[in-house]
């Protein structure tokens, strides 16, 4: 019985993915270049398994050598292995208060294109095949530097199913089927598309980087949204659409929201509520308006951030008391202007958390500020690579 459960193919290619996974992670994990002996000793394998691991990572364009590299142990110095810079790579796109992104980032997470233009319609199928155009130069660009892309990522301000946009209210988009409108302007590429929300993004982006086990990351912009990030887990909710912090109530009789609802936080705290219908000045988008006219002093825009600030940190005290997160990220546009907004922000907190008496909570603005969810997306494309490096080999995209 032991002799065939052990002859049983299936078992066997399961065996291998769990052996070729383990040997991947060890190779991501290292810090400096790691040789065949080292990972030989750090995952139990045999050097002849090592050895044909290797050589499929190498072949697969994932793990790369470097050249010599010391092991501790008398001799020659022995081949370093390191994860690849011309392997596969992920496209991020994403459209901005003040523009559309595109985002190029390899296995390494490493960014290695990031270019905007700024473009003021919100027409779906315009936004989307300018998006497309920006994905091409950009898989063009990766291609020039021996980068293969795989995947695009549509960053989105709202909730999306499987491609499809439920209901983006900022840019007047619902039920719009977002991934198949921009797969056809990506023909040219032949690649995969996906779609999710922003905040969800930015926040995986942020996760990236030197941050805590659990945040809270709050995106201003077009709208207003929240990645909640627990134990380094993105919290997606039942049907992948949690994180609307936009549309928590701060005032039940208060504005109309273009949600259908009233009071919602975005009719308080977005950077349409804060402009407040004054005219931009010719040159300016909207972030750097508000940008411009706060750091002059303008006293109607430090009033509207005044009380952005404390819509914002009404609805994020209600978030924390549920959740018991004590690190929040000011994402987005929100980052640009976190000068005027974090202590508003704090003082919210401060009177309404329960544990903040014992337990401060930090409020700081996120590292990748407006860029984070366009290179958040890319970076989705490089999980999935990383999680499942058995399915790249099988496939090659």
Not at 204 to 218: K, M, S, V
Not at 252 to 266: A, H, I, M, N, T
Not at 346 to 365: K, M
């Amino acid at each position: 019985m032991n002799a065939a459960r052990s002859n049983d193919p299936a078992r066997q290619e399961r065996l291998r993915a769990l052996n070729l996974e383990l040997v991947f992670r060890h190779v991501l994990a290292a810090e400096n270049p790691v040789s065949r002996t080292e990972l030989a000793a750090a995952t139990g394998l045999t050097r002849p398994t090592i050895t044909r691991i290797v050589d499929e990572l190498i072949a697969g364009r994932l793990v790369t050598e470097t050249g010599a590299t010391p092991d501790g142990r008398a001799g020659r110095p022995r081949m370093g292995l390191t994860v690849s810079r011309t392997g596969p790579a992920g496209i991020g796109l994403d459209i901005r208060t003040d523009g559309l992104a595109a985002c190029v980032v390899d296995l390494t997470g490493t960014v290695r294109h990031l270019a905007f233009a700024p473009f003021a319609d919100t027409d779906a199928d315009t936004v989307l095949e300018h998006l497309g155009r920006m994905a091409i130069d950009a898989a063009r660009t990766a291609a020039a530097d021996g980068l293969t892309v795989v995947t695009a990522t549509l960053a989105v301000p709202g909730p999306t199913d499987a491609g499809l946009v439920r209901t983006a209210p900022s840019l007047g988009w619902h039920d719009v089927d977002a991934g198949a409108i921009l797969a056809d302007h990506l023909r040219p590429l032949d690649i995969h598309t996906t779609v999710d929300n922003e905040a969800n993004l930015a926040a995986r982006g942020e996760l990236h980087r030197a941050t805590p086990d659990h945040f809270l990351y709050i995106s201003g912009g077009l709208d207003i949204g929240a990645g909640i990030i627990l134990d380094r887990r993105l919290m997606r909710g039942s049907h992948g659409w949690g994180g609307e912090l936009g549309h928590l109530t701060v005032d039940p009789d208060g504005k109309p929201c273009r949600c259908g609802s009233r009071g919602c936080l975005q009719t308080y705290a977005s950077l349409a509520a804060i402009l407040d219908g004054a005219t931009l000045p010719t040159g300016l988008t909207l972030d750097t308006a508000l940008l411009t006219w706060a750091d002059a002093g303008r006293p109607e825009t430090l009033a509207a951030l005044d009380t952005a600030a404390t819509a914002l940190g009404i609805a994020t005290a209600n978030v924390l008391n549920l959740l018991d997160i004590d690190t929040v990220l000011l994402g987005g546009s929100y980052a640009l202007l976190s000068s005027w907004l974090i202590a508003g922000v704090e003082t919210e907190i401060n009177q309404r958390v329960l544990s903040a008496r014992w337990a401060p909570v930090t409020v700081r603005p996120a590292t990748l500020g407006p860029d984070a969810a366009a290179i958040g997306a890319a970076m989705a494309v490089i999980d999935r690579i990383r999680r499942d490096p058995t399915a790249w080999l099988a496939t090659g995209r």
